[in-house]
């Protein structure tokens, strides 16, 4: 076993002061890793993170940060532009990374991601998040047992409210050369929830909408919003089944609203989650067998102790497979596949909504 991992974060902005920081002090009290640098070009934002998390090593500059040969690991928390160059340059530099999702804002960025991370042996995760709510953990030991049957169609929604306000500043999620949109955004949850669920996606038809078309920006200024505010895809799995998912960002009444319902041959399950931390209120239904359908339809299922997990974990297993010598649950490979179905998914919504195959190879 390695001694404890010693740790940057790059990014500190609101994802890194909730999630990163909090994850790197709940692994120094498990002798896994310890956070000894943050970075970020915004002095505000750098210094109330690095108060959050009791360290003066801070840097406006990530270069600054990689050249430390002290440094094992970093995560990044930065816009998703950022994501590749600063990846690259990390495992260029013999770290291993987490990314926030989604990975990269196109595919190509995607698989050069990837194939430097296969090149530089080093370890490489993705914040996928929903993948450690225990319903949904519950969700995916069910349907790996088969209790559903042969799955035939899967309904996934995604709902907040983030982008409602039309007279909202413009954000850097709001633009194509930052962020990429709301489907990139929080469909990406949805769409790695849908292959880990169900297996690899082959084909989709997309439906991108733009409600606000602009935004105030700086002093009186107005800028062009040119990404979707809310996005429907129709999906193909190589499996036979179908689905539908939905995401957006202008539902009033949503904090943090998913649900995925799966139905098969023998039965179906609805998995929610609405609390916008993250952590608890989710709940999980099922019902298996012409019996229970008849006679009680969907039931509450509660989770057992084997699920329990927190938006922590995503970190925690980083961190533990760099000391096993293991991949852990979400690696880059795996994210380059849930961006190839928004790669399809956009040039299908730019095509009309025409069907298009999901590119296939890391």
């Keep these: 076993m390695v001694d404890t991992l010693r740790g940057a974060v790059i990014g500190a902005g609101i994802v890194a002061r909730l999630r990163h920081i909090p994850a790197f002090q709940e692994a120094t009290r498990r002798g896994l890793a310890e956070l000894v640098a943050i970075c970020d070009p915004v002095p505000t934002a750098l210094a109330e993170a690095g108060e959050q998390a009791g360290i003066e090593a801070r840097y406006r500059d990530y270069r600054e940060v990689l050249a430390r040969d002290d440094i094992d690991v970093v995560t990044i928390a930065t816009p998703n532009s950022l994501h590749e160059p600063i990846a690259v340059a990390a ?4 770290k291993h990374v987490l990314c926030e999702k989604p990975l ?37 030991e069910l349907l790996e047992q088969g209790e559903a049957g042969e799955v035939r169609q899967i309904f996934m929604n995604y709902f907040n409210a983030l982008v409602v306000d039309p007279n909202a500043p413009i954000q850097w999620r709001q633009t194509r050369v930052e962020g990429g949109g709301i489907l990139a955004d929080i469909g990406s949850h949805l769409i790695d929830m849908a292959v880990w669920l169900l297996g690899p996606i082959q084909r989709v038809r997309g439906d991108l909408r733009t409600f606000t078309p602009e935004r105030p920006a700086g002093g009186n200024g107005r800028a062009t919003v040119d990404v979707d505010d809310a996005a429907t895809c129709q999906l193909e799995f190589a499996s036979g089944a179908v689905g539908i998912l939905n995401v957006s960002g202008v539902c009033l009444g949503r904090g943090n609203y998913q649900r995925i319902e799966v139905y098969g041959t023998a039965g179906g399950l609805i998995y929610e989650i609405d609390w916008p931390g993250d952590a608890g209120g989710d709940r999980l239904q099922v019902c298996f067998g012409a019996a229970q359908h008849r006679t009680a339809g969907m039931a509450p299922a509660p989770t057992w102790p084997r699920h329990e997990a927190t938006p922590l974990d995503p970190f925690l297993d980083f961190f533990q497979a760099i000391h096993d010598g293991r991949d852990p649950l979400v690696t880059f490979d795996d994210a380059v596949r849930v961006q190839a179905v928004l790669d399809a998914a956009e040039r299908s919504a730019a095509s009309g909504g025409v069907w298009v195959d999901v590119p296939t190879g890391i």
């Design 104 to 140: 990269a804002l196109s595919l190509a960025e995607a698989r050069r991601m990837a194939k430097e991370a296969r090149g530089a042996d080093r370890v490489t995760a993705v914040n996928h998040r929903y993948r450690w709510v225990p319903s949904a953990r519950y969700m995916k």
């Design 91 to 94: 495992l260029r530099s013999g």
